[in-house]
């Protein structure tokens, strides 16, 4: 079940200039209150929890999709979207700052993770057009976003972990749930050629693709990878490791593709995606850490859906 304050956040209408103006405002003083006293204090915590949610506002696509995460952060502080001239002790927000940024992650970035590692391939062999001339190598076809945001449960209805990882993808882009709902989710916009090993990057959010403007229908490949990391795929070290060209017939959608991007800088830059794949792995081989977490028991609660 989400969170109240994820609830209906991204029904209501986009905020007047003024409102967002201020509201802007006033969550940068709180987030970026906590990202300071993080480093200050070399706090030791498993990733940067006010940096995933600055960032998560920073990567919305539009001014409506940053409006959606703004209700639902100031409703999570208990606190009215408009100032009303109270006094706040920002330091008693605290657990409901890191709070926040927790359901981020549990509702959104670990459950994305965890179903783009098991998205099904379909393998083929074709021309694989990277660079001036086409090679003919093993392709797999991978979903940009996880096929498993149109699951739906016997009644034909989207489970409700589903729903709450949609309202959080309305928050990076409003609409884009639209575009991939039901049978949407298996059409051409939502898939991209990969070889072997690449696919697996690029599901995982360790690569992603911006479009090359100077060729039509092509795209940079880029990454926060270790150079060494990328003998694995053959491609050379350095941070835009080449360009691939797509099919015309119905290229990737640009808003998909921007959202994979947004996805995987958030989780680079607050080292979040270390702690997602530390939780994955715990999942994996059932280990339980000596200090007595319950990261494990969380991760299980994604995989059950509860």
Not at 196 to 210: A, D, P
Not at 217 to 223: A, I, V
Request: charge should be positive.
């Amino acid at each position: 079940m989400a969170p109240k304050y994820l609830q209906g956040c991204c029904t209501e209408p986009p905020l007047a200039s003024f409102q967002r103006d201020d509201a802007r405002r006033r969550f940068y003083r709180i987030v970026k209150h906590f990202e300071d006293k993080m480093y200050e204090s070399d706090e030791d915590t498993p990733y940067n929890r006010p940096g995933l949610i600055r960032l998560t506002y920073e990567y919305a696509l539009s001014d409506r999709s940053g409006d959606h995460l703004l209700r639902a952060f100031f409703r999570a502080m208990s606190l009215p979207l408009e100032n009303d001239g109270r006094r706040i002790v920002i330091d008693k927000l605290r657990p409901r700052v890191y709070g926040f940024a927790d359901e981020l992650v549990d509702n959104f970035f670990v459950p994305m993770k965890l179903e783009s590692g098991e998205s099904s391939y379909r393998r083929l062999v074709s021309a694989y057009p990277i660079g001036p001339r086409p090679l003919n190598i093993p392709l797999n076809m991978v979903h940009i976003l996880p096929r498993s945001l149109a699951r739906v449960n016997a009644g034909f209805r989207l489970d409700p972990a589903n729903e709450t990882a949609l309202t959080v993808l309305n928050m990076l882009d409003h609409g884009l749930p639209q575009l991939i709902e039901g049978t949407n989710i298996d059409r051409p916009c939502n898939v991209f050629n990969f070889g072997e090993g690449l696919s697996e990057l690029f599901c995982n959010f360790s690569v992603f693709l911006e479009p090359f403007r100077r060729i039509p229908h092509s795209y940079l490949l880029k990454s926060f990878l270790f150079a060494s990391t990328w003998r694995i795929v053959t491609l050379p070290p350095h941070p835009t490791v080449g360009f691939i060209r797509c099919s015309t017939t119905e290229p990737p959608s640009l808003r998909l593709v921007a959202v994979h991007r947004a996805i995987s800088i958030i989780l680079h830059l607050s080292e979040a995606d270390m702690y997602v794949d530390k939780l994955l792995k715990g999942l994996k081989v059932k280990e339980i850490s000596g200090d007595g977490s319950t990261d494990l028991e969380r991760a299980l609660k994604f995989r059950l859906g509860s």
